[in-house]
Each structure stands twice: as structure tokens, then as C-alpha cells.
């Protein structure tokens, strides 16, 4: 299979107004489902206690949920996940912190009926607030050191287009979350943060080819010449961009159809972010720097213009 786009003319930026206009689209509806439905937060986010099991024979979920409620006055776990290769490891989270009792009545169940003990941890509310606050941090320092070295490396307006592009992709992945209801978890914020380094590294391989095409180009006046600039590097980095997330997303999908429960969350995270993260660092960030730089020309052809001189009053 071969992209090679060289040849062809392809008018990206006549249709700016129709990316911007999908992108905004996805932000609002992911604002309403945010404040409407929410995150499904996990037992890293939450208050709550998580009960790992393991057991010689393979598990199922309603066989999980009638070994909890045969102990004591019982108890209802508020999920459970199954792992193994042959299903024999199960996961059960309760939300709300366990006491050291009912720790100790678990433990002894299962230890009694399941020959090993299982492992029980506990996530306070502080603790879970701090882990998604370190997480906004790091997003937050990876924005300003990316936007840092973007700016140093090639100028100002390439690293606002591409902190905006980056947020993007964060937020289009937490509003698919949210719609679909998927546990948000640490491996949530690691597919998150791996997306971030992907779609930057994108980004800045369509920005070098247009700093490159704008060295070439002779005469870059007006949005017509940029847009000239911008249309013939976007053709030129269309097939790597193709080759480069087609190749991830092949990995992405084999670890989402046959990784484990645990990393189910971490791989469709991935899935999710590298389609948007290829679109908006060709179809996004590349055509606010257009409109940006655009701009920027109009005001220096502005200044550079000689202004008429007043004549002298009587």
C-alpha cells in the first residue's frame, strides 16, 4: 500500500472554516457532556477500595459478585474486572474506603475458599485528589515546556498553534470518555501524557516542512502566499503522517483486542488520541498559524507603509 500525494494538488486550507467548525463542534458537545454525565472516575480518583483475586480456576463476573455476597452481611462490589490469561484474576472496586474489619473478613473468605489472600487497596479521598491534580500539573508542564522550545526553535505562533492542537486532543479524548463512561484511571493520564508527546512530535514535522517551504519561497506577501506555503507542505508530510499513525494504530488495536482488562482503557485512549492528534496537527494547527501569521504580515505591511506628512498650518 502506497500514500504519495507529491504529485497531487490538494487545497487543505479552502476548507479551514469546516475544520474549525467540526473542532469547536467536538469541544462544545464534550463541555456538555462533561457538565452533564461526567467522568467515570476510578478507584485512583475516588474514594474507595479495590480487591484483587486469585483464584486456580477461571472466573466470571457473577461468580465474583456471589463470592462477596456470601461474606458476612455481604457486600456488592461496584465493579469487576477479569484478568489472566484464562480469566483466573479478578479485580473488585468498591467505592467508598473499606474499615479494617471488613478488610480482615475479606481476606479471611477468600484466603479460606480460594487458597490465597487477596491483595486490598485503599485510596483515601486526599490521595485520590492529589493524583489528579499531579496529573493536571504534568499536562500543564508539558504544555509550557513544549511551548517554550517550540518558540525558541521556530517562532512564537508555531507553539501557541500547537499547545492549542495539543489541548485538543487531550480534551476530545477525556469528552469520549465521558461519553461512553470508560473508567478514568492512571493508565488514562499515562495514554493521555503519550499522547501529547505524539501529537507534538507531528506537529513539529508539518511545522519544520513549512518553515523549510517558507525559506524556499521567494515571495510570502499575503494569506495567498502562505496558504500556497502551507497546501504544499501538507501535501508533502500527508503520507508520512498516514504511514507514521497506521503503524501506532496497528499496535494501539492489538493491544486493545488482546491486552488485558487493565490496559483495555489504556490502548482505546490511545486508539482515540492518535486519530485526533493526526488530524489536528494537519488540519488544525497548521491553519491557525496560517490565519496568525496571515495577520502578522498584514500589520508589518501596515507599519512598513511611509505615512503622508502633514502640512505645515499658516
Known sequence: MSFNFQNREIDFVQHRK?????????????????LTMGLNLGIDFESGSQVE????????????????????????PDDITLGGDRNEMATARFIGVLDAGEIAEIQSYFSENFGAEPNIGTVSPTVGQELARNALISVLIASVGIIIYVTIRFEFLYGVAAIV??????????????????????????????????????TIVTFDRIRENMKLTKRVK????????????????????????????????????????????????????????????????????????????????????????EEPTV
Open 165 to 202: 492542537a495539543l489541548l485538543h486532543d487531550a480534551f476530545f479524548i477525556i469528552a469520549v470518555f465521558s461519553l461512553l463512561q470508560i473508567q478514568v484511571n492512571v493508565p488514562f493520564i499515562a495514554a493521555v501524557l503519550t499522547i501529547v508527546g505524539y501529537s507534538i512530535n507531528d
Open 222 to 309: 499575503d494569506f495567498n502566499d502562505l496558504a500556497a506555503v502551507v497546501n504544499k507542505s501538507l501535501v508533502q508530510t500527508l503520507a508520512r503522517s498516514i504511514n507514521t499513525v497506521l503503524t501506532v494504530v496497528f499496535a494501539a488495536a492489538a493491544l486493545f483486542i488482546f491486552g488485558g482488562e487493565a490496559i483495555r482503557s489504556f490502548a482505546l485512549a490511545l486508539l482515540i488520541g492518535l486519530v485526533a492528534g493526526t488530524y489536528s496537527s494537519m488540519f488544525l494547527a497548521s491553519q491557525l498559524w496560517l490565519i496568525w501569521k496571515s495577520k502578522q504580515l498584514k500589520k508589518q505591511k501596515f507599519k512598513s507603509k511611509p505615512q503622508p506628512e
Open 18 to 34: 469546516k475544520f474549525f467548525t467540526f473542532s469547536l463542534a467536538a469541544m462544545l458537545i464534550g463541555v456538555i457532556l462533561l
Open 53 to 76: 483475586i486469585l483464584a486456580e480456576e477461571p472466573l466470571t463476573a457473577e461468580q465474583v459478585e456471589a463470592e462477596f455476597a456470601q461474606i458476612g452481611s455481604g457486600y456488592t
